[in-house]
């Protein structure tokens, strides 16, 4: 991409990255604050782990609790993060988020509120508190690439947007990980000592669970796909797939139980292999596991009568459904 030179993971000297990364958060940060909001993903941990380094105790550090999450996200990262020696604040925000997204069914749009509600709300109201005049972000090339071409607003892609953080948010951002793809963010985030749970966890999208609702997000819509969430990620834990999920289609579909109609829910099983996430093939499950996956799903989730599995290629696929 024009304007940001790309490290490669392969031959990269992880230790020099790093060291080079530590040096400019220094430099720019000087003696103010920052902060960053840590999601758990690898990129958000790993920059949270090149602040601590540089900042140490002038780096705060949230996880903004968006009602969007995994189950015991919020509480499960910060338990680990306290364990490495850094901080982590958990800020509830799930009213603010909900009601951002009331009502909202059009992708770019559902997008745009997460992304507002976050920057400007939510975060601006942290920034103000804490004095601090710079975020540390966990931006990578792959969100750049894929905001610019259109295909998806990422949430965390601004400045290649025409949009100044500083005027906007009344902030700046600081972007270590802004050079490299995801293959590459996880050979740095082993190497600043991250645990291997971290640093070969699977991606997660920025807008989280939000990201897997197809039409309006509610609370209701949330539950039903973090249960879902929950099952595929046990069932499909050693398929060594590079990212795998549950969708909840905005249809209902009609259905049976206990020889009564039921128009119920479906949902939709995406599973990938994968390098870098710009490209991708459906991973080959095994059919009995596809089974499985079908009947623990509709047997454990409310309401649900249908479950498919997704066999498009990315592109024209993409890795989410929104």
Partial sequence: MAGIREVKAEGMDAEGFINEKVKEISAAVGDGVAINALSGGVDSSAVTMLGHRALAGRLKTYFIDNGIMRENEPEQIAGI????????????????FFTALK??????????????TFYKDVFGKLV???????????TILTDVDETVAGIKRQHNVFEQLGIDPQS????????????LRKDGVRKIAKATGLPESLFNRMPFP???LAARVIGEVTPEKIEVVRITTKIVEAELVSSGAFQYMAILHNDRVTGMRQGKRDFGLQIEIRCWDSVDARRATPTNLP???????????????????????????KPPSTMEAI
Avoid: H, M, W
């Fill in 287 to 313: 059919y009995e596991l596809l089974c499985k996956l079908g009947d623990r799903i509709s047997t454990e989730v409310p309401g649900v009568v249908s479950v498919t599995y997704n066999i498009v290629n």
């Fill in 206 to 208: 920025g807008p989280a």
């Fill in 103 to 116: 009502g909202l069914t059009d992708p770019e749009e559902k997008r745009e509120a997460i992304t507002q």
């Fill in 81 to 96: 993060f306290k364990k490495l020696g850094v901080p982590v604040e958990i800020i509830d925000a799930r009213k603010e």
């Fill in 168 to 179: 906007t948010f009344g902030y700046k951002i600081i972007e270590p990980l802004i050079q």
């Fill in 128 to 138: 103000k508190n804490s004095g601090a005049k710079y975020l540390l972000q966990g």
